[in-house]
């Protein structure tokens, strides 16, 4: 799945705060975020799309692992980044 310029840019800005900032946590939850929502569409259409889920998972999963990280490290950060992204009501 792939992410427009545009796009990426307008999440690095909203959670990243600066174009530079493209490593923190944050950033990339959202990316990934915004790539697991776009593929629960797609397998809305493509039922049988197994290769496709396999990468889901593996992207959910490194969302999970980034989760519980900033969890551990900053728990404010966590809490609003979570209310953003409005993940895990």
Do not use: P, W
């Not at 946590?25 to 496709?52: R, S």
């Not at 404010?76 to 979570?82: C, E, F, P």
């Amino acid at each position: 799945m792939h992410v427009n310029k545009e796009l990426k840019k307008n999440i690095i800005l909203k959670f990243g705060n600066s174009l530079q900032n493209t490593g923190i946590t944050e950033v990339q939850v959202a990316i990934l975020t915004y790539k697991i929502n776009y593929l629960k569409v797609h397998f809305l259409n493509h039922k049988k799309d197994y290769h496709g889920k396999f990468g889901l998972f593996r992207m959910i999963s490194k969302r999970r692992r980034l989760l519980s990280y900033l969890k551990n490290e900053n728990l404010l950060r966590y809490m609003n980044l979570i209310k953003k992204l409005g993940l895990r009501h």
